[in-house]
């Protein structure tokens, strides 16, 4: 009988152990994993994007506006106008820090910017968008007859960015912004919104159209600006390098400068019309 009782015995713990095993798996995490980022160059064209590179990599960047298409008789699509250019590096201190700076011929901009990574969309949908923050600090450089105190050269960009990556080839993101400017005008507001729309839709694995459009909202007494900026290219992408191309009413490459400053309308003919490009190359360490 002992043989029998002991079978028994087993036969009624083993549905037990079983039940056990079923909740101890169920009870195990499933790591929601992030979405591949929206964007793959940490400028649309004019606006941030949500691109911030992985941990230590550095990243030189050169972007460089010619003058108008129609701007004169003899300017070859305004390569031979003039022009406008940044040189800037980046560099990620953290996947979700990077901090940057920058010089750019116009008005002698130097910049000193962060990019901050808040939300980070996922794979299952639970966190459905992107959120990012970028800020800069910028001096105007120019000669100290143009300000009467040091503090009047000083410029401000904050902006909250969300994006989404709805497909492999289609991204979107819209962008509000405040400018800040310490020294304007009369009749010029210091502080100027705007609001940002953009998107990317790949046509190759290497190869996307971009579009913009950045509406500041002000109406300063006397002045023909701002006026919304709206841009559209095509950009080009390796895992190191990425060049873009570009039409744009923008001729300021700082945030800040176009919010404020833009005069050109992009529908209103050649003459408000900029060619420009942007060049990235990235170092890991």
Known sequence: MRPLYFLFLILCCTPLTLMSQETEADTVEVVDKPERPAFESSFLIDNPTDKIY???????????????????????????????????LTYAVHERLQVGIGTEKLRRLQDFNW????????RSGKIPVNVSYYGNFVVDARKKENFALDQHRYSFFNQLIVSRRFSPNLSLQVAGSVSHFNLVQEGQDNDVFGLAFGGRYKITP??????????????????????????????FVTSSHAFQVYFSSLNGITPQANYVYNEYQFFKGTQNILLGFTITRLYNF
Do not use: C
Request: no cysteine.
């Open 54 to 88: 992985l941990k230590n990599t550095l990243e030189a960047v050169m972007q460089h506006r010619f003058g108008t298409i129609g701007g004169g008789e003899n300017d070859l699509l305004g390569i031979w106008g003039a022009a406008n250019i940044r040189l800037g």
């Open 115 to 122: 990019k901050v990574g808040l939300l980070r969309q996922t």
């Open 206 to 235: 290497n190869t996307a159209i971009t579009m913009e459009y950045s509406i500041p909202f002000a109406d300063f007494d006397g002045y023909n600006y701002p006026e919304p900026g709206f841009s559209i290219g095509m950009e």
